[in-house]
């Protein structure tokens, strides 16, 4: 579902910060070569995604679902040059494209990524986190935020991405839709889990703001 007629998004976009050549070249390669191209962040959101990195300042982000690393970058570019990024994806045969722009970007030696189930990976990471974004397995939304919340501090914000699900939040559940019937569950959670103050923006298919109390 489109929020916005492509007429409204596109000078949405026309008129916030210029898509960085390296994610221009991402995306058409993403378009070219990887299935469900469509799961790429894109320029709006992107942008948007840089700019609430840059805002928090974070030194350590966490990335749930690389796909094929443009979110990542957008978010890495908030880093301070001792900052880290770790991102975690299933998909072994993304790894090479995703390292290949990770270093054409410039914030190779920051990125980190790790490749398996996140629910596996996040324990064994030593550290606390800033910035976390989630966008990998919907069905598992609520078990990456308790896993996650687990390595955040006071402060740190969880940014939740497809959280309007094409707009399937507002129709008639079907009985074999458990990702929306997920998502549902989710969103209410985190507007009422005393741990979190939360505000969902609809941008593009939905992003909560989660700031951990």
């Not at 070219?32 to 942008?47: D, E, S």
Request: charged share 25%; hydrophobic share 35%.
């Amino acid at each position: 579902m489109h929020f916005l007629s492509n007429t409204l998004e596109n000078y949405i976009a026309s008129n916030s910060e210029d898509e960085p050549e390296v994610l221009k070249e991402l995306t058409k390669e993403t378009h070219l070569k990887v299935i469900q191209p469509r799961m790429i962040t894109g320029h709006f959101q992107g942008r948007v995604l840089s700019m609430l990195s840059k805002i928090i300042a974070p030194k350590k982000i966490l990335e749930i679902g690389t796909y094929t690393g443009y979110s990542a970058i957008c978010l890495a570019e908030g880093l301070p040059k001792n900052g880290e990024l770790h991102t975690i994806d299933v998909n072994e045969e993304l790894s090479d494209i995703q390292r290949n722009y990770f270093n054409k970007s410039g914030y190779g030696e920051q990125i980190v990524q790790h490749l398996g189930d996140a629910l596996d990976i996040i324990p064994k990471l030593d550290t606390t986190f800033d910035l976390i974004f989630i966008d990998a397995e919907k069905k598992q939304y609520n078990n990456y935020f308790e896993a996650v919340l687990k390595k955040c501090r006071s402060g740190s914000v969880i940014l939740s991405d497809n959280v309007l699900w094409s707009g399937k939040v507002v129709e008639p559940l079907k009985q074999s839709d458990k990702a929306t019937e997920e998502l549902l569950k989710y969103n209410r959670k985190l507007k009422m889990d005393p741990r979190v103050e939360t505000v969902l923006l609809p941008i593009r298919d939905g992003l909560t703001l989660s700031r951990v109390i």
